[in-house]
């Protein structure tokens, strides 16, 4: 990796939802000398703590995590303004001599930071946008969802039919470019890195991941998901609203609002978060230079994963202390 060395040094540590990210996070936070943002597109929010399955204070075990708690649920969150707040936290975390950690399952997130895609191509002609939000208030998602199947069938692959924002966001940019934006995404992919940088995923056997996310929602359920959604709504938080559209938002929503049983709503929201998994997963087997953890090939022992996680960031010469002190992480001071 010439010249790798360097660039300031980051560590990435992601995969599926409820493989186990943010409890191995802190550990590896704590063996390097690390700090943690989350790029994790709800945690962000305030009030949001069970649905999103939040890490809260007493689980940090000390570590400093970034992008947490920073947005009211009535706030918009997308891409840009988490290159922005999570660049500001890197230039905080290298001047402190720290070493970040991304941790987080929102790959696009990921994506945008560690190649520094640049989102200017953005510009403020919004009255197409404006014409597909109305599609879309009019005929209902899936008929925006079906145009694009038609236009560019590879981005259906990472994209939920009900993620009417990335929906519309994909036809704008082929309607105004010409171009795919699967071939989009791919091309950024291509770009260097600025950072010296280590991605793992964590991820599991399928039957193992499913049982995690059921017992986990069954957790979210026993804590309160339903009166946590009630509060929120009664704040005046609607379901149009960003925050509103993540999962165990949205459905125990349409429970509250009589469109659903209890049962039905909580079925849904399991089958959904399923398919969400599996379209992470085929998000990272798209990302370059991944390094693949299976949790059953390391015994489901974090010891194991983490020594070798120090054994490649040493390899990469991604500076790190096993002890836990401080970091010298030169090329991002």
């Avoid at 403020?124 to 404006?130: G, Q, S, V």
């Amino acid at each position: 990796m010439t010249g790798a060395e360097n660039r300031p040094g980051l560590v990435i540590l992601t995969g599926p939802t409820a493989v186990g990210k943010s409890e191995l996070s802190v550990s590896l936070a704590g063996q390097i000398g690390g700090e943690i943002i989350s790029a994790d597109s709800m945690q962000v929010y305030r009030h949001m703590d069970i649905g999103s399955a939040k890490i809260m204070p007493d689980q940090m075990g000390g570590i400093p995590h970034h992008l947490i708690d920073v947005l009211e649920p009535t706030e918009e969150f997308n891409v840009v303004s988490f290159q922005q707040l999570a660049k500001k936290a890197l230039q905080d975390i290298y001047a402190r001599g720290r070493l970040p950690v991304v941790a987080g399952g929102t790959g696009f997130y990921i994506q945008a930071l560690l190649y520094d895609i640049d989102f200017t191509e953005n510009d403020e002609d919004t009255a197409l946008r404006a014409r597909l939000e109305e599609t879309a208030a009019a005929q209902g998602s899936e008929a925006l969802y079906e145009r694009l199947k038609i236009i560019d069938p590879e981005s259906c692959e990472s994209i939920h039919a009900h993620n009417v924002k990335r929906v519309i966001r994909a036809i704008e940019f082929y309607e105004k470019t010409g171009m795919k934006i699967s071939e989009h995404n791919r091309q950024q992919r291509e770009r260097t890195s600025p950072y010296n940088f280590a991605y793992f995923v964590l991820t599991d056997d399928r039957e193992r991941l499913y049982g995690r996310i059921e017992a986990r929602i069954d957790r979210m359920l026993e804590e309160g998901l339903v009166e946590e959604v009630a509060a929120l709504a009664a704040a005046g938080c609607t379901r149009e609203m960003v925050s509103m559209q993540g999962l165990g938002y949205k459905e125990i929503l349409d429970y509250l609002d009589g469109k659903a049983t209890l049962e039905e709503a909580v079925y849904i929201l399991k089958r959904d978060t399923r398919h969400f998994a599996k379209r992470q997963l085929t998000w990272f087997r798209r990302e370059r230079d991944v390094i693949w953890i299976n949790k059953k090939e390391f015994g489901y022992d974090d010891g194991q994963i983490l020594t070798y996680i120090g054994e490649v960031l040493h390899e990469k010469g991604i500076r790190c202390s096993l002890d836990g002190t401080r970091t010298e992480n030169k090329a991002g001071r």
